[in-house]
């Protein structure tokens, strides 16, 4: 309680924020003697929905637009005599793309200039834009629990024993709108933190962050969620049928005026493949979830908004086994797992000046895990239970100006946690049973401060420099101060972007883990609970942006040198993972992303590729095992050399379309010693999505994942993540009813 206390005046004390999901456009309009043209007007149009701002350019023919959510829009100049055309800019969260405009008489030509050929030029993280209409068509990646939206998309990205990992390690930031959803538990959730068909645009960033984006190091996902100006009074049925017995629907409807929009769903789903599962037999695997979601946006003023989004869902999976195991041979297990998710989040959008933005984000974050197995199961039976509250803020001034875009401000939040882990061993020779379960509560909290500034030294020079200093106080207190710096250089008339950066995290612990021995020698006198250090991170990282007739390549390098690597160990072959540190973690790798534009209208095609090496060293703290990797290092147990993804969407005649991903991976560590090879065997996986528009109102689409229905063992490492097989061939058919209302 008193960690609660202590925030609260924290936060009356620090007063002020920024939702770190806005970026900003800018730019100048010039006659064709490239005279500045005052007093003409500026629209900035969202590409998917009828959000729009416009702006007066000033005496020197500036313009500027501030708190301009991520995606894709299109920026024009009114005027009643001379014309210009429209440009296309992709706002990233944290940027300000430069924009200029020639106006000119009707028959004259024009030459259009952009100060950046792609967003990820103005900055130095690596980053990927997914938006609704990709997440729609891409093959699997609306259903409820799929992260095919980043793992198709995103270099180094996979799917594991039912954990989404990137750059080899699985501890993710998801902000929404900005303002970041606090979950410290590391690998205890399988539900999705947010149900896909609800996101208008996902950023998704890998390493090289400023300082305003908090420190997890592997990943950092920054959803734009769907708010209603996309709609008009109207609503969304969806309906799905396929093998398994699955079915993913929802309810969506939204509207907007010129101050006001709001957007609501309604989601339920079920499916008799909901995990993946131990052996290539699919036994006792349904899942079932539902939940609901709402946005509200209202435009007090032309200089304040207000925002609030809210969710709660609730996940229910049934644990499949694998009915030959020796250890449970005859018995029919009814392990299962629940889990409860709900956040609220306000923000205060308040445009100061021109350039200046600030926004006050509180936010309530609850998120519960529960897992039981049944009484009778031999030789033991396990319950674990958590319970995780957060109630916090996010706060930042943004301040672009000239040369400079400069952030500032703070991030908090107070944390109750109360844990229960129960163990019921009916054969003595293998286990001890306690004699009454363990359990704890606890509170935490973390506190950081934080400033950021990039500074344009020239049109072709951006260097980036910030630090953030963090508090964490729980049942260890730790501080770390991170700094770091970046720099990105683009070379004239190529318009080729090299970037570099170094910098360092620090990621928050969990408050406390289960530790003991292994299984067979726990006892009530050496099984409890406790505390872990936070990770703390070195990141290095090069490289370049290549743009060449509307293509984009992007290549970049990097090596994160880790302390305390958070990792998991499974509680036998199940879904309960108990988190851990690992002393120390060294992973490196290339990564590579292509893009098309456009190709005659007609297709648009991607391919990511990573060649990564991740490798753990030393000891481990906390879990049910006495495993260590010594005096030396070793490859973790998601350590993948290659993983690639090709793709495209292609639009057919007769309002039809057809969506393609074909990945490549070779394999995971094998971490069992009775079979050939360091690794697992490679795997190959062809996905397809084939989709028809029936007049405005509906569409269906049939899709397919793993079409060939490849069944090869994706990973068997039973000290962290247990045995699992690739998901066999799903089928099936999803309808669209779009009416208004």
């Known amino acids: 309680m008193r960690h609660t206390w202590l925030f609260t005046v924290f936060l009356l004390v620090a007063g002020s924020a920024l939702a770190t999901v806005f970026g900003s456009v800018r730019g100048i309009v010039h006659d064709p003697q490239h005279r500045p043209v005052p007093n003409v007007s500026v629209i900035l149009k969202a590409r998917y929905s009828d959000y729009s701002q416009t702006a007066q350019t000033d005496d020197g023919g500036e313009f500027h637009f501030d708190a301009v959510p991520l995606g894709e829009y299109a920026v024009s100049v009114a005027d009643s005599t001379l014309i210009a055309e429209a440009q296309s800019v992709t706002v990233l969260s944290g940027t300000a793309p430069i924009l200029h405009f020639e106006l000119r008489l009707p028959s004259q030509n024009q030459t259009v200039t952009v100060s950046a050929d792609a967003a990820q030029t103005e900055t130095v993280t690596p980053t990927t834009l997914v938006d609704r209409l990709q997440i729609q068509e891409t093959p699997g990646a609306s259903r409820s629990n799929s992260l095919s939206m980043i793992t198709n998309f995103v270099p180094g990205s996979y799917l594991v024993h039912d954990q989404l990992h990137v750059r080899g390690g699985h501890q993710f930031?998801?902000?929404?709108?900005?303002?970041?959803i606090p979950n410290t538990n590391i690998a205890s959730n399988l539900g999705p933190q947010i149900d896909p068909k609800d996101i208008d645009a996902i950023e998704v960033q890998r390493g090289s962050y400023s300082a305003?984006?908090?420190?997890?190091?592997?990943?950092?996902?920054?959803?734009?969620?769907?708010?209603?100006?996309?709609?008009?009074?109207?609503?969304?049925?969806?309906?799905?049928?396929?093998?398994?017995?699955?079915?993913?629907?929802?309810?969506?409807?939204?509207?907007?005026?010129n101050r006001f929009a709001y957007y609501g769903s309604l989601s339920a789903n079920r499916t008799n493949l909901g995990l993946q599962a131990p052996t290539s037999a699919v036994v006792h695997d349904a899942a079932n979830g539902f939940g609901g979601f709402t946005s509200l946006i209202y435009n007090a003023s032309s200089r304040d908004q207000l925002r609030l989004v809210a969710q709660s869902r609730r996940d229910f999976y049934q644990v499949p086994f694998d009915p030959s195991d020796p250890n449970t041979q005859g018995q029919f297990l009814h392990d299962a797992n629940r889990e409860n998710d709900s956040f609220a989040i306000f923000s205060w959008v308040r445009t100061l000046n021109p350039g200046l933005v600030l926004t006050v984000s509180p936010f309530?974050?609850?998120?519960?895990?529960?897992?039981?197995?049944?009484?009778?199961?031999?030789?033991?039976?396990?319950?674990?239970?958590?319970?995780?509250?957060?109630?916090?803020?996010?706060?930042t001034l943004s301040w672009v100006a000239k040369r400079n875009n400069l952030r500032a401000g703070l991030f908090g939040f107070a944390q109750q946690d109360r844990q229960l882990f129960g163990l019921i061993c009916h054969d003595t020779a293998q286990c001890v049973g306690l004699s009454s379960p363990e359990n704890d509560s606890s509170t935490g909290s973390l506190t950081a401060v934080y400033a950021e500034d990039q500074l344009r030294a020239t049109s072709w020079l951006s260097i980036d420099a910030g630090l953030r200093q963090t508090h964490f106080s729980g049942e260890v207190v730790?501080?770390?101060?991170?700094?770091?710096?970046?720099?990105?250089?683009?070379?004239?008339?190529?318009?080729?972007?090299?970037?570099?950066?170094?910098?360092?995290?620090?990621?928050?612990?969990?408050?406390?883990?289960?530790?003991?021995?292994?299984?067979?020698?726990?006892?009530?006198?050496?099984?409890?609970?406790?505390?872990?250090?936070?990770?703390?991170?070195?990141?290095?990282?090069?490289?370049?942006t290549i743009p060449f007739h509307g293509w984009t390549l992007d290549a970049d390098n990097f090596l994160t040198r880790a302390k305390n690597f958070f990792d998991h160990n499974n509680f036998n072959?199940?879904?309960?993972?108990?988190?851990?540190?690992?002393?120390?973690a060294r992973i490196s790798g290339w990564e590579l992303t292509l893009r098309s534009p456009?190709?005659?209208?007609?297709?648009?095609?991607?391919?990511?590729?990573?060649?990564?090496?991740?490798?753990?060293?030393?000891?481990?703290n906390g879990g049910l095992t006495d495993f260590s990797f010594g005096g030396g290092c070793g490859p973790l147990d998601h350590d993948q050399r290659n993983t690639l993804h090709v793709g495209g969407q292609f639009t057919l005649p007769w309002r039809a379309y057809a969506s393609t991903d074909i990945s490549y991976a070779s394999g995971f560590t094998n971490g069992d010693p009775s079979l050939p090879g360091d690794h697992l065997e490679p795997r190959t996986t062809f996905d397809l999505s084939l989709g028809k528009e029936f007049g405005e109102r509906f569409s269906l689409n049939l899709?397919?994942?793993?079409?060939?229905?490849?069944?090869v063992l994706l990973d068997n490492s039973f000290t962290f993540g247990g045995t699992h097989y690739l998901n066999p061939r799903e089928i099936f058919a999803q309808l669209r009813y779009r009416f208004r209302y």
């Open 598 to 620: 456009r190709l005659r209208n007609h297709a648009q095609i991607y391919l990511t590729y990573s060649n990564q090496l991740a490798l753990g060293c030393g000891g481990i």
């Open 703 to 711: 899709q397919s994942t793993n079409v060939a229905n490849r069944r």
């Open 573 to 584: 072959n199940s879904e309960v993972f108990i988190p851990i540190t690992i002393q120390g």
């Open 173 to 180: 930031s998801w902000l929404i709108d900005g303002v970041p």
């Open 364 to 395: 309530y974050h609850y998120n519960s895990a529960n897992y039981e197995s049944s009484a009778t199961d031999f030789p033991s039976s396990a319950t674990e239970n958590r319970v995780s509250k957060y109630q916090g803020g996010q706060a």
């Open 478 to 544: 730790e501080n770390a101060s991170s700094p770091r710096v970046g720099a990105s250089l683009r070379i004239p008339k190529l318009n080729w972007v090299f970037r570099g950066f170094y910098g360092h995290f620090y990621q928050a612990p969990p408050l406390l883990t289960v530790s003991g021995p292994l299984l067979q020698a726990a006892s009530s006198q050496n099984l409890g609970f406790i505390p872990l250090h936070g990770e703390r991170d070195e990141e290095h990282q090069f490289g370049v």
């Open 212 to 257: 305003d984006f908090g420190d997890r190091t592997y990943g950092v996902f920054n959803v734009a969620l769907r708010t209603g100006f996309e709609r008009n009074n109207e609503a969304e049925l969806i309906l799905s049928a396929g093998n398994f017995y699955q079915t993913d629907d929802q309810l969506n409807f939204g509207g907007h005026t």
